[in-house]
């Protein structure tokens, strides 16, 4: 069974930073791509970052790109997201998601239960 | 980038009535790369279709998706009292957007 563990989320304040993490197991982790999804509150979904399966290429929404950083360690069947200069506006759930294949074109065949991050003074 | 809008944004329909949902995309969505996700509140989104008409594994065959080009559409027909929920269509060949969302709420 795939299962997408999400941690690392939690208060932080304008300006700060913050490490996603997201566990998976019960798949060959190395052999798929990546991504993060967030959901602010009460809203829908906006896909935040994708890393392919061998690193070779990541990419990230425009409302993220230059402060956040996707990446991840094979070795460790892990996902991470480095978010920097963080801002209200990056209240969300954040999602980590299976991609259905090594890489695009793919959907989201997975997902976790998600890490809340909560941008505030 | 790809544009996707959703209609109606709410459809308040009767356990054993049909779905019909909306997706329309600002351009051409290439090879039908069009996915369609439910949502229930407090719960992780649910690949429903990719490929437009697609079934994902273990979705009951009453979630139908069809569509090509810019107009995509998911039929649910015959709701059962589980299918109310959000639902969000994504454009995964170009862009990875997804759209608005549609509510199924009963009535």
């Known amino acids: 069974e795939v299962q997408l563990l999400e941690s690392g989320g939690g208060l932080v304040q304008p300006g700060g930073s913050l490490r996603l993490s997201c566990a998976a197991t019960?798949?060959?982790?190395?052999?798929?791509?990546m991504s993060w999804v967030r959901q602010a509150p009460g809203k829908g979904l906006e896909w935040v970052s994708a890393?392919?399966?061998?690193?070779?290429?990541?990419f990230h929404a425009d409302s993220v790109r230059g402060r956040f950083t996707i990446s991840r360690d094979n070795s460790k069947n892990t996902l991470f997201l480095q978010m920097n200069s963080l801002g209200a506006e990056d209240t969300a759930l954040y999602y980590c998601?299976?991609?259905?294949?090594?890489?695009?074109?793919?959907?989201?065949?997975?997902w976790g239960q998600g890490t809340l991050v909560t941008v505030s003074s | 980038e790809i544009v996707l809008t959703q209609s109606p944004g709410t459809l308040s329909l009767s356990p054993g009535e049909s779905a019909t949902l909306s997706c329309r995309a600002s351009?051409?969505?290439?090879?039908?790369?069009l996915a369609w996700y439910q949502q229930k509140p407090g719960q992780a989104p649910r690949l429903l279709i990719y490929?437009?008409?697609r079934r994902a594994t273990g979705i009951p065959n009453r979630f139908s998706g069809s569509g090509s080009g810019t107009d995509f559409t998911l039929t649910i027909s015959r709701l059962e009292p589980e299918d109310f929920a959000v639902y969000y269509c994504?454009?995964?060949?170009?862009?990875?957007?997804f759209g608005q969302g549609t509510k199924v709420e009963i009535k």
């Open positions: 998601a299976k991609g259905s294949s090594f890489s695009r074109p793919y959907f989201f065949d997975q």
């Open positions: 019960g798949f060959s982790f190395s052999n798929y791509a």
């Open positions: 890393i392919s399966d061998t690193l070779a290429s990541s």
């Open positions: 351009q051409s969505v290439s090879t039908n790369y």
């Open positions: 490929g437009a008409s």
């Open positions: 994504q454009e995964y060949g170009t862009s990875r957007t």
